[in-house]
């Protein structure tokens, strides 16, 4: 399993591996996180203890593109969208956040 941290979302990803075919990961989102890469780590590392953890754009832990692919399409589903929209409208009305 891995934890990912794709913007400012968390994920959670795992992926059933057969011996044929790599099947896409299945994504679950966990929350937002504003902070940086080295805060994410500290934060998530002793919640999920067994998890992988890989960050967009980061050079030390990085996502892989297939992974990345998965979150995108998973975003583009319109889960999330609601999610998305209250958490922007409450960064403008409450830029101390």
């Known amino acids: 399993m891995v934890l990912c941290k794709y913007y400012d979302m968390v994920f959670v990803a795992d992926r059933i591996q057969t011996k044929l075919v ?3 990961y299945s994504i679950r989102f966990i929350d937002f996180f504003d902070g940086d890469n080295k805060e994410f780590v500290k934060t998530y590392k002793n919640k999920y203890p067994n998890h ?4 967009y754009k980061d050079i030390r832990k990085p996502l892989k593109k297939s992974l990345r692919n998965d979150i995108i399409i998973f975003l583009k589903k319109g889960t999330l969208v609601d999610k998305i929209r209250n958490r922007n409208l409450e960064k403008l009305l409450n830029p101390n956040i």
Do not use: A, L, T
């Open 22 to 24: 790599n099947k896409p």
């Open 52 to 55: 992988q953890i890989s960050i």
